[in-house]
Nanobody, 123 residues
Framework: QVQLVESGGGLVQAGGSLRLSCTAS????????MGWFRQAPGKEREFVAA????????NYAGSVKGRFTISRDNAKNTVYLQRNSLKPEDTAVYYC????????????????WGQGTQVTVSS
């Protein structure tokens, strides 16, 4: 079992930056690929970014590429999502997830999920 807890959400103005963190407990953190997803009101949960267990490989959704950066610190059991140049359409609940580095773009590719953290970007 892996428990995930997100933090760092809040209210930010458009153009601003915010870093989300997700800390894991349980089985070996570096065994898992980590992903970030988001879900806006009335919409399906969508892929944002993923990183392999070693941190050597990353994937991004087209809508965030160049603005968001995913990273991890395996010594701290933590994955981060640095988000710059935020837009109102980035407003959503952000979730981190743990799984294998196979189907990183879909929710089905992850076994464990955090509770989510709300991010609101004001225009």
């Amino acid at each position: 079992q892996v428990q995930l807890v997100e933090s760092g959400g809040g209210l930010v103005q458009a153009g601003g930056s915010l870093r989300l963190s997700c800390t894991a407990s349980g089985r070996s953190f570096s065994d898992y690929a980590m992903g970030w997803f988001r879900q806006a009101p009335g919409k399906e949960r969508e892929f944002v970014a993923a990183i392999s267990g070693s941190g050597g490989f990353t994937n991004y959704a087209g809508s965030v590429k160049g603005r968001f950066t995913i990273s991890r610190d395996n010594a701290k059991n933590t994955v981060y999502l640095q988000r710059n140049s935020l837009k109102p359409e980035d407003t959503a609940v952000y979730y981190c997830a743990a799984g294998s580095y196979v189907s990183v773009y879909t929710t089905a590719g992850y076994d464990y999920w955090g509770q989510g953290t709300q991010v609101t970007v004001s225009s």
